[in-house]
């Protein structure tokens, strides 16, 4: 039931994370808040595939 799912933010172009989610609890794209390196402040990321 659980997908591996990579995080990524739009604006700096960062695939930085990967994690899981249960696709039938939560059939939208996930987002969360993490940290950026470049931008060095936490910014939202969000489910690419």
Known sequence: MRKNIIL???????????TSKNTRNTPEKLK???Y??????KILFTEVK
């Open 8 to 18: 990524g933010n739009s604006k700096t172009g960062e695939r930085l994370y990967l």
């Open 32 to 34: 969360l808040l993490k």
């Open 36 to 41: 950026s390196p470049k931008l060095k402040k």
